[in-house]
Protein backbone atom coordinates (compact mmCIF):
# COMPACT_ATOMS: atom_id res chain seq x y z
CA UNK A 1 0.00 0.00 0.00
CA UNK A 2 1.29 3.91 -0.41
CA UNK A 3 2.22 5.67 2.36
CA UNK A 4 -0.20 8.56 3.08
CA UNK A 5 1.29 11.97 3.53
CA UNK A 6 0.09 15.10 4.81
CA UNK A 7 1.20 18.22 6.58
CA UNK A 8 1.10 20.11 9.67
CA UNK A 9 3.07 22.34 11.90
CA UNK A 10 4.38 21.88 15.58
CA UNK A 11 4.47 25.47 17.68
CA UNK A 12 7.27 26.02 19.76
CA UNK A 13 6.03 29.29 21.25
CA UNK A 14 4.97 31.46 18.85
CA UNK A 15 7.41 30.45 16.10
CA UNK A 16 5.92 27.12 13.85
CA UNK A 17 7.26 24.47 11.96
CA UNK A 18 6.37 22.74 9.48
CA UNK A 19 5.76 18.73 10.21
CA UNK A 20 5.52 16.27 7.76
CA UNK A 21 3.13 13.86 8.56
CA UNK A 22 3.36 9.95 6.66
CA UNK A 23 0.64 7.30 7.85
CA UNK A 24 1.81 3.29 6.68
CA UNK A 25 -0.39 0.06 6.69
CA UNK A 26 1.58 -3.29 6.90
CA UNK A 27 0.56 -6.79 7.52
CA UNK A 28 1.42 -7.31 10.99
CA UNK A 29 0.17 -7.64 14.32
CA UNK A 30 -2.54 -5.59 14.54
CA UNK A 31 -1.45 -1.81 16.21
CA UNK A 32 -1.31 2.22 15.81
CA UNK A 33 2.28 3.15 16.19
CA UNK A 34 3.25 7.12 16.64
CA UNK A 35 6.86 8.06 15.93
CA UNK A 36 8.79 11.25 15.78
CA UNK A 37 8.89 12.98 19.58
CA UNK A 38 5.35 13.08 20.69
CA UNK A 39 4.51 13.65 23.76
CA UNK A 40 1.82 12.47 25.93
CA UNK A 41 -1.08 14.20 24.67
CA UNK A 42 -0.37 13.40 21.29
CA UNK A 43 0.66 9.73 21.83
CA UNK A 44 -3.14 9.60 22.67
CA UNK A 45 -4.50 10.61 19.30
CA UNK A 46 -4.85 6.78 18.55
CA UNK A 47 -8.14 6.37 20.67
CA UNK A 48 -9.32 10.20 18.88
CA UNK A 49 -8.68 9.29 15.45
CA UNK A 50 -9.87 5.81 15.48
CA UNK A 51 -13.17 6.05 17.11
CA UNK A 52 -13.80 9.52 15.04
CA UNK A 53 -13.21 7.55 11.73
CA UNK A 54 -15.52 4.96 13.10
CA UNK A 55 -18.38 7.62 13.77
CA UNK A 56 -17.74 9.06 10.74
CA UNK A 57 -18.32 6.37 8.38
CA UNK A 58 -14.82 5.82 7.32
CA UNK A 59 -13.33 2.92 9.45
CA UNK A 60 -9.38 2.80 10.00
CA UNK A 61 -7.46 -0.24 8.60
CA UNK A 62 -7.52 -3.06 11.19
CA UNK A 63 -3.76 -4.32 10.10
CA UNK A 64 -0.93 -2.25 11.71
CA UNK A 65 -0.42 1.78 11.24
CA UNK A 66 2.75 3.38 11.48
CA UNK A 67 2.55 7.08 11.70
CA UNK A 68 5.94 9.20 10.84
CA UNK A 69 6.23 13.19 11.85
CA UNK A 70 8.92 14.62 10.60
CA UNK A 71 11.70 15.72 11.77
CA UNK A 72 11.45 13.23 14.27
CA UNK A 73 14.34 15.31 16.00
CA UNK A 74 11.52 18.37 16.73
CA UNK A 75 9.09 17.97 19.71
CA UNK A 76 5.87 17.90 19.16
CA UNK A 77 2.69 18.22 21.47
CA UNK A 78 -0.81 18.90 21.63
CA UNK A 79 -3.59 17.56 19.74
CA UNK A 80 -3.70 19.31 17.08
CA UNK A 81 -2.14 16.91 14.81
CA UNK A 82 -5.08 15.00 14.55
CA UNK A 83 -6.64 16.12 11.47
CA UNK A 84 -3.30 15.05 9.84
CA UNK A 85 -2.86 11.27 11.11
CA UNK A 86 -6.82 10.50 10.20
CA UNK A 87 -6.28 11.97 6.50
CA UNK A 88 -2.96 10.20 5.93
CA UNK A 89 -4.24 6.63 7.29
CA UNK A 90 -7.57 7.10 4.78
CA UNK A 91 -4.92 8.11 2.30
CA UNK A 92 -2.99 5.15 3.18
CA UNK A 93 -5.65 2.83 2.68
CA UNK A 94 -6.58 4.48 -0.56
CA UNK A 95 -9.81 5.80 0.76
CA UNK A 96 -9.04 9.25 -0.08
CA UNK A 97 -6.77 11.14 -2.53
CA UNK A 98 -3.10 11.15 -1.11
CA UNK A 99 -2.20 13.30 -3.88
CA UNK A 100 -4.93 16.13 -2.65
CA UNK A 101 -3.87 15.89 0.82
CA UNK A 102 -0.28 16.29 0.26
CA UNK A 103 -0.72 19.77 -1.19
CA UNK A 104 -2.57 20.85 2.19
CA UNK A 105 -1.66 21.37 5.68
CA UNK A 106 -4.50 20.05 8.36
CA UNK A 107 -4.86 21.27 11.94
CA UNK A 108 -7.56 20.43 14.36
CA UNK A 109 -8.56 18.38 17.08
CA UNK A 110 -10.71 15.40 16.54
CA UNK A 111 -13.70 14.28 18.96
CA UNK A 112 -14.93 11.04 19.60
CA UNK A 113 -17.94 11.85 17.35
CA UNK A 114 -15.78 12.84 14.66
CA UNK A 115 -16.30 16.25 14.75
CA UNK A 116 -13.43 18.39 14.69
CA UNK A 117 -12.99 20.99 18.13
CA UNK A 118 -11.28 24.76 18.13
CA UNK A 119 -7.76 23.87 19.00
CA UNK A 120 -5.50 26.41 20.52
CA UNK A 121 -2.32 28.14 18.02
CA UNK A 122 -4.51 28.07 15.39
CA UNK A 123 -3.56 31.64 14.15
CA UNK A 124 0.47 31.06 14.65
CA UNK A 125 -0.20 27.88 12.98
CA UNK A 126 -1.28 29.32 10.02
CA UNK A 127 1.12 31.99 10.15
CA UNK A 128 3.88 29.50 9.94
CA UNK A 129 2.53 27.41 7.18
CA UNK A 130 2.03 30.80 4.94
CA UNK A 131 5.81 31.99 5.60
CA UNK A 132 6.77 28.62 4.58
CA UNK A 133 4.90 28.71 1.04
CA UNK A 134 1.73 26.62 1.92
CA UNK A 135 -0.79 27.73 0.10
CA UNK A 136 -3.88 25.81 1.53
CA UNK A 137 -4.91 24.83 5.43
CA UNK A 138 -7.76 23.17 6.28
CA UNK A 139 -9.11 23.98 10.14
CA UNK A 140 -11.84 23.32 12.43
CA UNK A 141 -14.80 25.19 11.61
CA UNK A 142 -14.81 26.99 14.78
CA UNK A 143 -11.23 28.16 13.54
CA UNK A 144 -12.18 29.63 10.57
CA UNK A 145 -12.44 33.11 11.56
CA UNK A 146 -9.46 33.20 12.65
CA UNK A 147 -7.36 31.64 10.09
CA UNK A 148 -8.71 33.52 8.11
CA UNK A 149 -7.24 36.22 9.86
CA UNK A 150 -3.82 36.05 7.74
CA UNK A 151 -3.72 36.77 4.24
CA UNK A 152 -2.36 34.69 1.55
CA UNK A 153 -3.61 31.72 1.91
CA UNK A 154 -6.81 29.52 1.09
CA UNK A 155 -8.94 28.83 4.44
CA UNK A 156 -11.10 25.76 4.38
CA UNK A 157 -13.26 25.00 6.89
CA UNK A 158 -14.51 21.67 7.74
CA UNK A 159 -17.03 20.56 10.82
CA UNK A 160 -16.52 16.62 10.68
CA UNK A 161 -13.92 14.46 9.67
CA UNK A 162 -15.96 13.01 7.37
CA UNK A 163 -16.95 16.14 5.77
CA UNK A 164 -12.78 16.45 5.20
CA UNK A 165 -12.42 13.18 3.84
CA UNK A 166 -15.40 14.13 1.30
CA UNK A 167 -13.54 17.72 0.38
CA UNK A 168 -10.21 15.39 -0.25
CA UNK A 169 -12.22 12.84 -2.42
CA UNK A 170 -14.19 10.16 -0.26
CA UNK A 171 -16.97 8.38 -1.87
CA UNK A 172 -19.39 9.26 0.91
CA UNK A 173 -22.45 10.65 1.32
CA UNK A 174 -22.70 14.22 3.21
CA UNK A 175 -23.82 14.45 6.99
CA UNK A 176 -24.58 17.80 8.11
CA UNK A 177 -23.34 18.01 11.37
CA UNK A 178 -23.76 20.86 14.28
CA UNK A 179 -20.04 22.53 13.97
CA UNK A 180 -18.35 23.17 17.62
CA UNK A 181 -17.92 26.84 17.59
CA UNK A 182 -16.05 29.14 20.36
CA UNK A 183 -17.87 31.94 22.14
CA UNK A 184 -17.84 35.46 20.50
CA UNK A 185 -15.09 37.70 22.35
CA UNK A 186 -16.97 40.50 21.68
CA UNK A 187 -15.04 43.81 21.25
CA UNK A 188 -12.04 43.45 23.93
CA UNK A 189 -11.49 47.47 24.23
CA UNK A 190 -15.27 48.11 24.47
CA UNK A 191 -14.84 48.50 28.69
CA UNK A 192 -12.12 49.97 28.87
CA UNK A 193 -11.99 52.67 31.99
CA UNK A 194 -11.44 55.99 31.58
CA UNK A 195 -8.95 58.44 32.40
CA UNK A 196 -12.08 60.83 33.74
CA UNK A 197 -12.93 58.98 36.41
CA UNK A 198 -9.70 60.10 38.10
CA UNK A 199 -10.31 62.89 40.64
CA UNK A 200 -7.29 65.39 41.53
CA UNK A 201 -3.74 63.46 41.15
CA UNK A 202 -3.02 66.06 38.16
CA UNK A 203 1.20 65.02 39.00
CA UNK A 204 0.52 61.59 38.56
CA UNK A 205 -1.67 62.12 35.17
CA UNK A 206 0.53 63.95 33.61
CA UNK A 207 3.35 61.03 34.32
CA UNK A 208 0.82 58.68 32.58
CA UNK A 209 0.98 60.89 29.95
CA UNK A 210 4.58 60.95 29.79
CA UNK A 211 5.04 57.13 30.07
CA UNK A 212 2.29 56.96 27.23
CA UNK A 213 4.09 59.06 25.06
CA UNK A 214 7.82 57.50 25.63
CA UNK A 215 6.95 53.93 26.13
CA UNK A 216 8.12 53.90 29.72
CA UNK A 217 7.71 52.37 33.02
CA UNK A 218 6.40 53.94 36.31
CA UNK A 219 6.63 52.86 39.90
CA UNK A 220 3.92 54.15 42.01
CA UNK A 221 4.44 54.54 45.73
CA UNK A 222 1.59 55.80 47.87
CA UNK A 223 -0.70 54.71 51.20
CA UNK A 224 -3.69 52.34 50.33
CA UNK A 225 -6.51 53.96 48.85
CA UNK A 226 -4.57 56.94 46.99
CA UNK A 227 -5.08 55.43 43.64
CA UNK A 228 -2.69 53.93 42.65
CA UNK A 229 -4.13 51.00 40.81
CA UNK A 230 -7.12 52.82 39.35
CA UNK A 231 -4.23 55.22 37.65
CA UNK A 232 -2.34 51.63 36.17
CA UNK A 233 -5.81 50.39 34.94
CA UNK A 234 -6.40 53.74 33.31
CA UNK A 235 -3.03 53.41 30.68
CA UNK A 236 -3.54 51.02 28.45
CA UNK A 237 -7.03 53.23 27.50
CA UNK A 238 -4.82 56.23 26.39
CA UNK A 239 -2.02 54.27 24.46
CA UNK A 240 -2.64 54.02 20.81
CA UNK A 241 -4.35 51.20 18.78
CA UNK A 242 -1.67 48.75 17.90
CA UNK A 243 0.43 48.33 14.32
CA UNK A 244 -0.56 45.63 12.21
CA UNK A 245 2.68 43.34 13.04
CA UNK A 246 1.83 44.23 17.12
CA UNK A 247 -1.50 43.12 16.80
CA UNK A 248 -1.02 39.57 15.28
CA UNK A 249 1.58 39.34 18.07
CA UNK A 250 -1.12 40.05 20.69
CA UNK A 251 -3.74 37.93 18.72
CA UNK A 252 -1.21 35.03 18.14
CA UNK A 253 -0.78 35.42 21.79
CA UNK A 254 -4.51 34.71 22.93
CA UNK A 255 -4.57 31.76 20.25
CA UNK A 256 -1.86 29.93 21.84
CA UNK A 257 -3.76 30.57 25.19
CA UNK A 258 -6.73 29.35 24.07
CA UNK A 259 -8.84 32.36 24.53
CA UNK A 260 -11.39 32.97 21.85
CA UNK A 261 -10.28 35.21 18.71
CA UNK A 262 -13.20 35.75 16.75
CA UNK A 263 -13.24 37.99 13.83
CA UNK A 264 -10.93 40.48 13.64
CA UNK A 265 -6.93 41.27 14.73
CA UNK A 266 -6.99 42.70 18.69
CA UNK A 267 -5.65 46.52 17.93
CA UNK A 268 -5.83 47.58 21.57
CA UNK A 269 -3.33 47.01 23.63
CA UNK A 270 -3.90 44.50 26.32
CA UNK A 271 -3.57 45.01 30.21
CA UNK A 272 -2.38 41.90 32.17
CA UNK A 273 -2.62 42.35 36.42
CA UNK A 274 -1.47 39.04 38.10
CA UNK A 275 -1.92 38.62 41.59
CA UNK A 276 0.99 39.17 43.62
CA UNK A 277 1.28 35.06 44.53
CA UNK A 278 2.03 34.26 41.08
CA UNK A 279 5.41 32.18 40.33
CA UNK A 280 7.96 32.71 37.99
CA UNK A 281 6.76 30.63 35.15
CA UNK A 282 3.17 32.82 35.91
CA UNK A 283 4.56 35.59 34.88
CA UNK A 284 7.19 34.72 32.37
CA UNK A 285 5.74 31.62 30.96
CA UNK A 286 6.59 28.14 30.89
CA UNK A 287 5.66 24.12 31.12
CA UNK A 288 7.00 20.73 31.13
CA UNK A 289 5.59 19.86 28.17
CA UNK A 290 3.86 22.64 26.32
CA UNK A 291 5.23 25.68 26.76
CA UNK A 292 2.56 28.81 27.30
CA UNK A 293 2.92 32.64 27.44
CA UNK A 294 2.72 33.98 30.99
CA UNK A 295 1.30 37.40 31.99
CA UNK A 296 4.12 39.39 30.91
CA UNK A 297 3.94 37.68 27.23
CA UNK A 298 0.48 38.14 27.23
CA UNK A 299 0.72 41.88 28.26
CA UNK A 300 2.84 42.16 24.93
CA UNK A 301 2.67 45.60 23.45
CA UNK A 302 0.54 46.12 26.07
CA UNK A 303 0.82 47.41 30.24
CA UNK A 304 1.77 44.50 32.62
CA UNK A 305 0.57 46.21 36.31
CA UNK A 306 2.46 44.91 39.43
CA UNK A 307 0.27 45.76 42.69
CA UNK A 308 1.38 45.53 45.78
CA UNK A 309 5.28 44.75 44.17
CA UNK A 310 7.29 43.98 47.28
CA UNK A 311 4.83 40.69 48.06
CA UNK A 312 6.05 39.10 44.69
CA UNK A 313 9.16 37.14 45.22
CA UNK A 314 12.56 38.72 44.79
CA UNK A 315 13.12 36.05 41.86
CA UNK A 316 9.94 36.59 40.30
CA UNK A 317 10.59 40.37 40.02
CA UNK A 318 14.01 40.16 39.05
CA UNK A 319 13.08 37.61 36.48
CA UNK A 320 11.69 40.60 34.69
CA UNK A 321 14.63 42.26 34.13
CA UNK A 322 16.05 40.63 30.92
CA UNK A 323 12.63 41.13 29.12
CA UNK A 324 12.78 44.52 29.91
CA UNK A 325 16.02 45.14 28.62
CA UNK A 326 15.76 43.02 25.76
CA UNK A 327 12.06 43.18 24.41
CA UNK A 328 12.17 38.98 24.39
CA UNK A 329 10.90 36.49 27.06
CA UNK A 330 13.14 33.34 26.08
CA UNK A 331 12.03 30.41 27.71
CA UNK A 332 14.87 27.22 28.12
CA UNK A 333 14.29 23.62 27.85
CA UNK A 334 16.51 20.36 27.16
CA UNK A 335 15.31 20.45 24.08
CA UNK A 336 13.79 23.35 22.38
CA UNK A 337 13.74 27.22 23.31
CA UNK A 338 10.60 28.79 23.03
CA UNK A 339 10.35 32.87 22.35
CA UNK A 340 7.94 35.58 22.88
CA UNK A 341 7.72 38.83 22.21
CA UNK A 342 8.49 41.06 25.71
CA UNK A 343 8.00 44.43 24.99
CA UNK A 344 5.60 45.40 27.18
CA UNK A 345 5.34 48.61 30.03
CA UNK A 346 5.63 47.64 33.32
CA UNK A 347 3.49 49.27 36.13
CA UNK A 348 4.75 49.08 39.75
CA UNK A 349 2.52 49.85 42.59
CA UNK A 350 3.81 49.61 46.48
CA UNK A 351 2.47 50.81 49.94
CA UNK A 352 5.60 53.30 51.07
CA UNK A 353 6.08 50.68 54.34
CA UNK A 354 4.15 47.55 55.50
CA UNK A 355 1.28 49.62 57.03
CA UNK A 356 0.90 52.00 54.02
CA UNK A 357 1.29 55.21 56.19
CA UNK A 358 4.52 56.41 56.35
CA UNK A 359 4.61 60.09 54.74
CA UNK A 360 1.02 60.24 55.06
CA UNK A 361 -0.34 63.62 56.43
CA UNK A 362 -3.72 62.27 57.81
CA UNK A 363 -2.13 59.10 59.43
CA UNK A 364 1.13 58.68 61.45
CA UNK A 365 2.92 55.42 60.63
CA UNK A 366 3.83 52.53 63.20
CA UNK A 367 6.43 51.08 61.36
CA UNK A 368 10.65 50.62 62.67
CA UNK A 369 12.71 52.28 59.85
CA UNK A 370 14.46 48.90 58.93
CA UNK A 371 10.92 47.63 58.83
CA UNK A 372 10.70 50.27 55.74
CA UNK A 373 14.37 49.62 54.22
CA UNK A 374 13.21 45.83 54.61
CA UNK A 375 9.81 46.24 52.76
CA UNK A 376 11.22 48.61 50.26
CA UNK A 377 14.03 46.63 49.43
CA UNK A 378 12.22 43.58 48.36
CA UNK A 379 12.21 45.52 44.97
CA UNK A 380 15.79 45.41 44.00
CA UNK A 381 18.20 48.06 43.29
CA UNK A 382 18.78 46.45 39.49
CA UNK A 383 15.29 46.42 38.86
CA UNK A 384 14.85 49.63 40.29
CA UNK A 385 17.43 51.10 37.93
CA UNK A 386 14.92 50.01 35.11
CA UNK A 387 12.07 52.26 35.90
CA UNK A 388 12.07 55.10 34.07
CA UNK A 389 9.37 57.10 35.88
CA UNK A 390 8.86 57.16 40.18
CA UNK A 391 6.37 59.09 41.72
CA UNK A 392 4.68 59.31 44.72
CA UNK A 393 0.80 59.00 45.11
CA UNK A 394 -1.34 61.16 47.73
CA UNK A 395 -4.66 60.86 48.96
CA UNK A 396 -6.40 63.42 47.47
CA UNK A 397 -8.41 65.69 50.34
CA UNK A 398 -12.19 66.88 50.27
CA UNK A 399 -11.10 70.42 49.07
CA UNK A 400 -9.24 68.97 46.28
CA UNK A 401 -12.31 66.62 45.80
CA UNK A 402 -15.09 69.74 45.69
CA UNK A 403 -12.33 71.72 43.03
CA UNK A 404 -11.89 68.98 40.73
CA UNK A 405 -16.08 67.93 41.12
CA UNK A 406 -15.95 71.64 39.16
CA UNK A 407 -13.14 70.94 36.50
CA UNK A 408 -13.31 69.78 33.10
CA UNK A 409 -11.44 66.87 33.77
CA UNK A 410 -9.14 65.07 30.73
CA UNK A 411 -10.81 61.73 28.92
CA UNK A 412 -9.06 58.62 27.84
CA UNK A 413 -10.07 59.42 23.58
CA UNK A 414 -8.46 63.50 24.47
CA UNK A 415 -5.12 61.86 26.03
CA UNK A 416 -4.87 59.23 23.64
CA UNK A 417 -4.62 62.32 21.21
CA UNK A 418 -2.33 63.36 22.43
CA UNK A 419 0.03 60.70 23.09
CA UNK A 420 -0.50 59.73 19.17
CA UNK A 421 0.76 63.10 18.56
CA UNK A 422 3.79 62.85 20.63
CA UNK A 423 4.15 59.41 19.44
CA UNK A 424 4.51 60.34 15.68
CA UNK A 425 6.69 63.20 16.37
CA UNK A 426 9.01 61.34 18.24
CA UNK A 427 8.76 58.50 15.62
CA UNK A 428 9.93 61.32 12.81
CA UNK A 429 13.03 61.91 14.89
CA UNK A 430 14.01 58.69 15.05
CA UNK A 431 13.12 57.78 11.01
CA UNK A 432 16.39 56.54 10.65
CA UNK A 433 16.08 54.32 13.53
CA UNK A 434 15.44 51.15 14.67
CA UNK A 435 13.47 52.79 17.21
CA UNK A 436 10.25 54.08 17.62
CA UNK A 437 9.71 55.29 21.16
CA UNK A 438 12.29 57.29 23.42
CA UNK A 439 12.03 54.10 25.94
CA UNK A 440 13.75 52.07 23.80
CA UNK A 441 16.34 54.51 22.52
CA UNK A 442 19.46 53.20 24.17
CA UNK A 443 21.51 55.65 26.06
CA UNK A 444 25.13 55.85 24.01
CA UNK A 445 22.75 57.08 20.96
CA UNK A 446 21.27 60.13 23.45
CA UNK A 447 24.59 60.94 24.66
CA UNK A 448 26.59 61.16 21.45
CA UNK A 449 26.22 63.41 18.27
CA UNK A 450 23.97 66.46 17.80
CA UNK A 451 21.84 64.67 20.50
CA UNK A 452 23.97 65.18 23.51
CA UNK A 453 22.56 67.87 25.66
CA UNK A 454 24.91 70.91 27.08
CA UNK A 455 26.28 70.45 30.45
CA UNK A 456 24.38 73.17 32.07
CA UNK A 457 21.12 70.48 31.37
CA UNK A 458 23.02 67.92 32.50
CA UNK A 459 24.07 68.80 35.61
CA UNK A 460 21.69 67.39 38.46
CA UNK A 461 22.08 64.06 36.76
CA UNK A 462 26.01 64.58 36.59
CA UNK A 463 26.25 65.25 40.24
CA UNK A 464 24.14 62.62 41.03
CA UNK A 465 26.20 60.09 38.98
CA UNK A 466 29.06 61.27 41.09
CA UNK A 467 27.54 60.84 44.24
CA UNK A 468 26.65 56.90 43.42
CA UNK A 469 22.82 58.31 43.46
CA UNK A 470 22.30 57.00 40.25
CA UNK A 471 24.28 54.48 38.37
CA UNK A 472 24.46 55.02 34.73
CA UNK A 473 21.65 53.15 33.59
CA UNK A 474 19.86 55.38 35.09
CA UNK A 475 21.38 58.05 33.89
CA UNK A 476 20.83 56.90 30.73
CA UNK A 477 16.63 56.70 31.68
CA UNK A 478 16.36 60.30 32.80
CA UNK A 479 17.86 60.72 29.34
CA UNK A 480 15.15 59.27 27.30
CA UNK A 481 12.37 60.77 30.11
CA UNK A 482 13.47 64.33 29.01
CA UNK A 483 13.45 63.51 25.19
CA UNK A 484 9.87 62.51 25.43
CA UNK A 485 7.80 65.61 25.48
Known amino acids: MPVGRTWSVALLGLEGSLIEVEADISSQLPRFVIIGLADKSLGEAEGRVRQA ?5 CRLSGQRI ?44 LGLDGRLRPTPGILPAVLAAMRAGRGTVMVPRGNEDEASLVPGIRVVGVASLREAAIWHGAELDPIPVEPILQPDP ?22 LLVAA ?20 ARLPGILPDLTVPEALDVTSIRSLGGQSVGRSLAFRPPFENPHHTATTAAILGGGSKVIRPGAAARSAHGVLFLDEAPEFQASVL ?38 GQYGAKENTCTCPPSAIRRYLGRVSGPLMDRIDIQLRVRRITSAELAVSAEADRLTSADARRVV ?7 AARLVATPWTTNG ?17 VTAPIDRALERGAITMRGYDRVLRVKWTR
Open 420 to 426: ADARRRT
Open 53 to 57: ATNSG
Open 318 to 355: DALRQPLESGTISIHRANAIAHFPGRFQLVLAANPCPC
Open 213 to 232: AGGHHVMMLGPPGAGKTMLA
Open 66 to 109: TVNLSPASLPKNGSGFDLAIALSCLAADAVISNESIDRVVHIGE
Open 186 to 207: GDVGENEPDLSDVVGQDDAVQA
Open 440 to 456: QVPGPWLRSGERMLPRT
